[in-house]
């Protein structure tokens, strides 16, 4: 299969070079990183140990494929639904954290799928990624049922190693996730700390509270996500993903913006629209839009 990756940075870096190894791949990314691998390959180190040679640019306008994979922040979503609009693909496939992106993807697209990813990556210098947990990708149509692009590009994900599932029920799923995120991202991002100790005390109370908050306003729009089915997927997730920087940590530390609006914000304005209580997470947002308005005055 054709597949340009969309974002070049951590997950999208892993996610490209693993593909690599079944598939014609395209990262589009940034300069260093996108020359450093034209000129020796991508460079995957931690739970891999591989070199990959594949095409690398910062120029993603114009360019044809049977699928695009975002992995673009949420916050670029909109710039990266308009360079995807000047090529052409057969589907377009976001595995990002947080919600509205397919949304978003589907004003340019005509077919759009969702997807969600518990790989750990940290993009570490120009050429190099670390896979810090291997996890899972789940995709599907977004609004549910079954789709036969998800099929197919779920049987490309699998024929390139990755572990994949192609799932009916993307709504759920995509709530499921937004409490894993929810819960532990900002909490590892504010007290610096790597995603296993949110296992512990006192952040696991924290946590839980905060994916129980999502859990609750999913059931408000009708989706069916029980407390316990939230709060077992986030600890799934940091018990697989212990050693990992979350990407929310990442960007805290590199001065960066971060996908708060789209994760702990998303779930407060929805709870909001349902009149559901979700103080942990306002509290959560609060914080890091502050941290975030703190970092512009400097
Ligand atoms: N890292 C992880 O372990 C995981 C991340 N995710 C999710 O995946 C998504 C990506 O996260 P992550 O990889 O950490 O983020 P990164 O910031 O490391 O990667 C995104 C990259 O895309 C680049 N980019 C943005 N717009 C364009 C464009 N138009 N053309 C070319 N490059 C572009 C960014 O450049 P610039 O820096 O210049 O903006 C950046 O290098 C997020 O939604 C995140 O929540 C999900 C699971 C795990
Ligand atoms: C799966 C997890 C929690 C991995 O760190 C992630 O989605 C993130 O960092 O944004």
Redesign the pocket.
């Known amino acids: 299969m054709e597949i340009v990756v969309?974002?070049?940075?951590?997950?999208?870096?892993?996610v490209g070079g693993l593909l690599a190894g079944a598939h014609d791949v395209t990262l589009?990314?940034?300069e260093p990183?996108v020359e450093a691998i034209e000129a020796d390959g991508l460079e995957i180190r931690g739970e891999y140990d591989r070199r990959v040679f594949l095409r690398a640019t910062?120029e993603?306008e114009g360019l044809a494929a049977d699928c695009a994979v975002v992995?673009?922040?949420?916050f670029?979503t909109p710039?990266?639904a308009h360079?995807l609009a000047t090529g052409e693909y057969g589907a377009v496939i976001s595995?990002?954290?947080?919600m509205g992106?397919e949304a978003v993807l589907a004003g340019h697209h005509d077919t759009v799928l969702a997807g969600?990813?518990?790989?750990?990556?940290?993009?570490r210098e120009p050429g190099v990624v670390d896979c810090?947990?291997r996890?899972e990708v789940v995709l599907g149509a977004p609004g549910g049922g079954r789709s036969s692009m998800a099929d197919r590009v779920g049987e490309a994900f699998r024929s390139a190693g990755l572990e994949t599932t192609v799932a009916a029920d993307m709504p759920r799923r995509l709530w499921a996730k937004l409490a894993v995120?929810a819960g532990i991202?900002a909490v590892t991002a504010l007290a610096r700390v790597e995603n296993g100790a949110v296992l512990e005390a006192p952040a696991e109370e924290l946590v839980r509270a905060a994916a129980r908050e999502t859990a609750r306003t999913a059931r408000a729009h009708g989706v069916d996500l029980s407390n316990r089915e939230a709060i077992a997927a986030t600890e799934r997730v940091a018990d697989r993903?212990a050693g990992?920087?979350?990407?929310?940590r990442?960007?805290v530390e590199n001065g960066?913006q971060t996908?708060i609006d789209?994760?702990n914000g998303y779930v407060v304005d929805r709870a909001e629209d349902a009149s559901v209580a979700a103080p942990t997470n306002r509290l959560l947002a609060g914080v890091i839009r502050t941290w975030e308005r703190g970092r512009k005055l400097r």
């Open positions: 969309l974002g070049a940075g951590s997950l999208g870096s892993l589009v990314g940034r990183h910062a993603g992995t673009v922040k949420s670029d710039d990266a360079v595995l990002q954290n947080g992106n969600t990813a518990t790989y750990g990556a940290v993009r810090t947990g996890g995120n991202n993903t990992n920087e979350s990407s929310m990442q960007d960066r996908e789209a994760i």
